[in-house]
């Protein structure tokens, strides 16, 4: 299986810290892989150097094989979805105005965008009648359906998600993990998953990576962190969140 993203030997600092130093990290395609760890580790900061946000002071980022840099950003970003905490809808657009902003861009005709418009309210369980809305008239829920929409407009390789579901409460986040769950299964898309909630990253995900400080302490699948954790941070910080046995990890 080849590798969809790639960091080698990155190194990030602002000023007098280091928000991210990793030797290697390796994400094979279609794979979903959870980033956790307190607040502050270089979560975001990953997600922002692999969607060439910022760049590393040291080391390569690749996405699909391509080393990204200034000259490949624009041939890489199309193949990158990316979606933060509130959504980050234009306010200004609708929900189908926001979906279909980039395809439209790119010079779609109507009855692509349209054709993809229909997949993605099947994929993501959008009511349709909520296109017409703009964010301020959706729920946290329905904007981040929409956001996924428009994240997933242009068919992407690799899909960003930062803490996507933070902000909503308990039960409406706890239906969209097991509809991102599905969405990623059906899809077969590589995936960078964020959040702070081990529970969570159990749901949605094949793999959990724990960073602290901007390293990264473990990686694994949910049940290998707790049966064989490989720093008492890992044990420290899963049982600061509940105990493994209310998790369910199966997987
Ligand atoms: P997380 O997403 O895990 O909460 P971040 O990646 O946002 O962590 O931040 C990692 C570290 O880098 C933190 O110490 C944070 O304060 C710092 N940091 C992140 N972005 C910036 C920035 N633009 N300027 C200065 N410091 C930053």
Redesign the pocket.
Known sequence: MSAAIELTGVRKR??G?V??DLPELVVPERTVLALI??????????LRLVVGLLRPDQGQVRVGGTPMSPATRDEILPRVGYVIQDGGLFPHLTALENTALVARHRGWPRDRVDARIRELLDLTRLDRELLDRYPTELSGGQKQRVALMRALMLDPDVLLMDEPLGALDPMIRSRLQRDLREVFERLQTTVLF?THDIAEAAVVSDEIAI?RA?RLVQRGKPAELTRAPADPFVTEFIAAQAPPEALGWSR
Not at 37 to 46: A, D, E, M, R, V
């Open positions: 602002f000023g810290t928000a991210l760890g307190p607040s502050g580790c270089g979560k975001s900061t990953l964020v960073l901007g």
